[in-house]
């Protein structure tokens, strides 16, 4: 038997995103945005699925692992509630997806921002109710 250790409820939804790179320190785009989906989100993290990773060199798993003060911002738009939300985080872990011919990556991010917080409790709110 398994039991669920998440700390927040996950929800699986399809949600259009845009995905960038950045530099936190200087809040400068290093890599994106790339589009994606959210395909499940809670208010700790989210898995993404992107068909595209890489931009130029930059690659959003591995180069904002191994570089500083390097974070992943999501832009989230769930119209018209929610129009540009953007969330922090960090990826957590890395997988290839596959269904027939399509390939894509799967990408674990756990969020930096505190859960807790209004935007947070908004986009629940949102999410919840698609």
């Not at 200087?26 to 994606?36: D, I, K, M, Q, S």
């Not at 003060?69 to 997988?95: A, F």
């Not at 399509?102 to 990408?107: H, Q």
Request: charged share 25%; glycine share 4%.
């Amino acid at each position: 038997m398994t039991h669920e250790l998440r700390s927040s409820k996950r929800y699986n939804r399809f949600l259009p995103i845009d995905v960038a790179a950045m530099d936190s320190e200087c809040n400068e785009v290093l890599a994106g945005p790339l589009p994606g989906r959210i395909i499940n989100i809670s208010r700790h993290g989210a898995c993404l699925l992107m068909s595209q990773v890489i931009e130029n060199s930059f690659h959003l798993f591995y180069s904002t692992k191994e570089k500083d003060n390097s974070c992943i911002q999501l832009t989230i738009n769930i119209q018209p509630e929610i129009i540009n939300c953007k969330i922090t985080g960090q990826p957590v872990w890395m997988d290839i997806f596959r269904e027939g011919d399509f390939r894509a990556f799967k990408i674990g991010i756990e969020f930096l921002d505190d859960a807790d917080n209004e935007e947070m409790s908004h986009l629940e709110q949102v999410v919840r109710k698609r």
